[in-house]
């Protein structure tokens, strides 16, 4: 409507240069008098981040989301439109380009060069500049993110320019509003839609078109490799594109599997899930939260499980680049699931709104441009710039300047710190996790419940551009349904993110578990520590627990075999340090109580570890080697037994009391 009387301008004159997204006024469709004030972002100097700055209500302070993937992919409005074309165009731009696709993927592991002058520190390390098993793990990648935001949105306003008359007004405001999307892998792990097809389809300037999928594969400009241009080798060199999930010798190799890679990451759903879900009420400081180097449940830790799987290394032989941490930037999904750890780490944060960045020296390992020593949250988050205001030393952004979200602009569907006061923010955000990954939050997979993609198209342009309806919304909108006794179809259609009813009052509290009443007021995870040195890298440890010793007294349907239980996996670096991991076990304990007759199994704590006590370990190679316990002494086994207080609020978590450990000595399968 808008589009057909609108000259194909790019000043409007709008008097309110606001865009209304939807965030909590769910119905709000975009009127053409609160289109934005189109204004362009020059980029900033190379390497200086600021994220995007186009598209932010400068009163408000509202800001774009980044989206959920399956949401961008399945509405198939201008924003996916944009998006495709514009990591397209990134991708070919040349690599001796300092903001080349190339480069800028390459800051994270290979080649060991310097990016942008930033040279090799002395002291420090032939590696990328990421750091990983390190507290400053969580927070690099934020300004890295924002990089790669700042650069990609550029090209998506230069993609917008390319539109017609009658649209370019709707994708010009679309450019505005665009923020990266983020994999939600812990809510459903199988590989997005979006990025297992050679090709894709989108509106292109001339119409709907098919194009060569950017987030399927990257191509490599520079090969054949040389290892004199920054170290390039090992048999993922054979490649000329990324893979994943490959063999990386014989016929297949270099046939990326994604099927296989899919059933891999799903068989790994239920933990992912119950991981995030962990950090999220179980980590109350900001070390733990950010790091595998430190005890508790940390984000890292299931992020590793994604890119090991992402290379099928569970399936012997198998091999993809998101699997090797020198590799893995290069990979298109990578930003996908990366910008997803930045969003877990900013919820974390809105709910621990007074511990926003660490507080304590913690070590730090060598990188290509940090020697290693003590790291503060004041130390140089290298090679990101923070604007100088013409100063002469530039100085680089730190884990304290990148604290907070606002200053790179954008937020998440989760996340709405403009409205809120923190206290409400945190309680808004806590109804969404225990929505997403709560015990009650449906993780089987949904591929059987996909959406019929380009619904959106039939719609208006306006409805298309209020695409942001927060998940935490919907969750709302079905709890008031399901009180008044409504099915959850005939509100969402097709819609993939349904949420498994709980008490008629749609609270949280968990029904006792027949057979386990220790489960009402306990809670028990598996934490490992292990020294990486003493491991063959990269590698899985995964848990079994063992059923036979159960399994002829009455046994309901109970399989004698072992069962994977749960897994972790660390990555080829760092190399040297502890390791450690957190394995929820509830879902697993209400499993095995579920499938046992009376008498009760988990009368008491000495009937749950004496089931555990049959958990053994398998130490498995990407090649299918399986390395015995007795070669790595410096494992351990804990399972932590937490009282544990339901709550009945969904607004809040599970009270957690003091842990008792209890030593499980490793043994194999
Ligand atoms: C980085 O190294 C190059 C080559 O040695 C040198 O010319 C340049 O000055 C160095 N840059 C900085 C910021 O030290
Ligand atoms: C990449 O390698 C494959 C397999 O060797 C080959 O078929 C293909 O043509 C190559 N693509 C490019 C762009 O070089
Ligand atoms: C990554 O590169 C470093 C430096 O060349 C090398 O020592 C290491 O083995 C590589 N890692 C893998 C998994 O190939
Ligand atoms: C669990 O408690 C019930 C009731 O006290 C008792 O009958 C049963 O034998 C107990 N089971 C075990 C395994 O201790
Ligand atoms: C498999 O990997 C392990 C650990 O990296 C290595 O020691 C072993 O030699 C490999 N075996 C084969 C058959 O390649």
């Not at 004041?378 to 990148?402: E, I, K, M, Q």
């Amino acid at each position: 409507m808008r589009l057909s009387s609108s000259p194909p301008s790019y000043s409007t004159t709008s008097s309110r240069p606001t865009l209304v997204w939807a965030a909590l006024v769910s119905s709000s469709w975009l009127l053409p008098a609160l289109l934005p004030a189109v204004h362009a972002q020059s980029l900033p100097a190379p390497g200086v981040v600021v994220g995007v700055t186009t598209g932010i209500d400068a009163s408000t302070g509202q800001r774009p989301a980044r989206i959920n993937i399956n949401d961008l992919y399945y509405e198939a409005g201008p924003h996916w439109d944009l998006y495709v074309q514009a990591l397209d165009m990134f991708q070919r731009v040349d690599m001796s380009d300092v903001n080349s696709f190339y480069q800028i993927t390459g800051i994270h592991g290979l080649p060991f060069l310097p990016w942008n002058g930033v040279n090799q520190t002395s002291g420090g390390a032939r590696s990328g500049y990421c750091p990983h098993g390190q507290t400053t793990f969580i927070s690099w990648h934020r300004p890295y993110l924002a990089l790669f935001e700042q650069i990609l949105a550029g090209h998506v306003r230069k993609a917008a320019k390319q539109y017609p008359y009658e649209t370019i007004a709707t994708y010009t405001a679309a450019a505005q509003t665009f923020r990266i999307p983020f994999w939600d892998w812990a809510q459903d792990a199988t590989l997005p839609d979006a990025v297992i097809s050679s090709t894709i389809s989108y509106n292109s300037p001339s119409g709907p078109a098919t194009m060569r999928n950017p987030l399927f594969t990257y191509q490599f400009p520079n090969f054949p490799f040389k290892s004199s241009q920054g170290g390039f080798g090992g048999s993922l060199a054979q490649f000329n594109q990324t893979k994943r999930c490959t063999l990386v010798s014989g016929a297949a190799a270099g046939v990326s599997d994604l099927d296989l890679a899919s059933s891999v990451l799903d068989d790994d759903g239920a933990q992912l899930q119950d991981k995030v879900f962990a950090v999220f009420t179980q980590s109350t400081t900001f070390e733990a939260m950010a790091t595998t180097s430190n005890a508790g449940a940390s984000f890292e830790e299931p992020h590793n499980i994604i890119h090991d799987d992402i290379a099928c290394f569970s399936v012997a032989g198998h091999s993809g680049h998101m699997g090797d941490l020198n590799w893995s930037g290069f990979d298109p999904i990578f930003m996908l699931h990366h910008a997803n750890i930045d969003r877990l780490y900013a919820m974390w944060q809105a709910i621990n709104y007074n511990d926003p960045v660490f507080t304590s020296t913690q070590h730090g390992l060598a990188l290509f441009g940090t020697a290693a020593g003590p790291v503060t949250a004041d130390s140089p988050l290298r090679p990101f710039y923070v604007a100088s205001s013409g100063g002469v030393d530039p100085s680089f952004h730190t884990s304290r300047s990148v604290e907070s979200i606002i200053s790179f602009g954008y937020t998440y569907p989760e996340i709405d710190d403009w409205s809120l006061a923190p206290a409400d923010l945190a309680n808004t955000v806590r109804v969404a996790i225990n929505n997403l990954y709560g015990p009650q939050a449906n993780s089987e997979s949904l591929a059987s419940n996909k959406k019929i993609r380009g619904v959106a198209s039939a719609k208006t342009t306006a409805d298309k551009l209020s695409w942001k309806l927060p998940q935490v919304r919907r969750s709302w909108r079905w709890r008031q349904a399901a009180s008044k006794g409504i099915a959850v179809d005939k509100i969402h259609g097709n819609d993939k993110h349904k949420f498994t009813p709980t008490t008629a009052a749609g609270s949280l509290l968990p029904t006792p578990v027949h057979n386990a009443p220790i489960l009402d007021n306990n809670d028990y995870s598996i934490e490992i520590g292990v020294d990486r040195s003493q491991l063959p890298l990269p590698c899985t440890i995964e848990l079994h627990l063992v059923g036979a010793d159960q399994s002829s007294n009455g046994g309901n349907g109970y399989s004698s075999k072992p069962a994977k239980i749960g897994s972790t996996s660390i990555l080829s670096m760092p190399q040297t340090g502890m390791s450690y991991s957190t394995t929820p076990l509830r879902r697993v304990l209400v499993r095995e109580a579920t499938r046992h007759r009376a008498p009760a199994v988990f009368n008491d704590s000495e009937d749950v570890l004496f089931r555990l006590r049959s958990l053994a370990v398998v130490i498995r190679t990407p090649n299918g080697t399986v390395v015995p316990v007795a070669s790595v002494p410096s494992l351990t086994m804990t399972v932590q037994q937490r009282g544990f207080t339901p709550v009945s609020g969904d607004d809040q978590f599970p009270r957690y009391g003091p842990v008792t450990q209890y030593s499980l000595i490793p043994r194999d399968l």
